[in-house]
């Protein structure tokens, strides 16, 4: 019973994005992660006007992601906006805000922002929430999608007990506890 108990808390205090202000001293594993657009192909392909604006909207999503990788290894700071700490919604501000786009600071007011997009369709730049505490009953955790590959999403976020790094969406702890994608790019 108490062993159980003692599971329970261990994975609410790892899981939560916002609801310990915890300092970690361990040094993450950081992954390379490549946002490099593809090479123009060799023979002119007809083109609609819509293309132009997909291209526009990765190039710009691209930027982001690399703003916010330049944070890899940084450890969570609840609140935290800077090289010296920062948390999950705070990493997405100041990246998307690097790039003129305003965006929400919390994550629960990001969630309400931009179009809903179901995970098969989503994109480099896409918004993934999650909700992490089993009482709570609003999202409190976000990350952003770097690259979708044989269909195994990553994103990068400041996880409380990791700092900012990059994650699959296969890991049982993330995928259990996604809610909903949104683009606002």
Do not use: Q
């Not at 001293?25 to 490099?36: E, I």
Request: with cysteine; charged share 25%; hydrophobic share 35%.
């Amino acid at each position: 019973m108490y062993r159980k108990i003692y599971f329970i808390f261990i994975l609410l205090l790892l899981g939560s994005c916002g609801a310990s202000k915890k300092k970690t001293t361990t040094k993450s594993k950081t992954y390379k992660v490549s946002v490099a657009g593809d090479p123009e192909p060799t023979t002119p392909t007809p083109k609609k006007n819509t293309p132009r604006i997909v291209e526009e909207t990765n190039s710009k999503a691209d930027a982001i992601i690399n703003t916010a990788l330049t944070f890899s290894g940084v450890r969570y700071k609840y609140g935290g906006t800077t090289k010296k700490g920062m948390d999950c919604s705070g990493l997405l501000y100041v990246s998307f805000a690097e790039h003129d786009i305003a965006i929400p600071r919390v994550s629960y007011a990001m969630a309400n922002e931009g179009k809903r997009v179901k995970i098969k369709d989503v994109v480099k730049g896409d918004l993934l929430f999650f909700k992490t505490s089993r009482k709570g009953k609003r999202i409190n955790h976000v990350g952003m999608v770097v690259s979708t590959d044989n269909d195994e999403i990553k994103f990068i976020h400041a996880s409380s007990s990791r700092g900012v790094t990059v994650s699959s969406l296969r890991e049982g702890f993330w995928n259990y506890s996604f809610v909903k994608a949104t683009r606002i790019l």
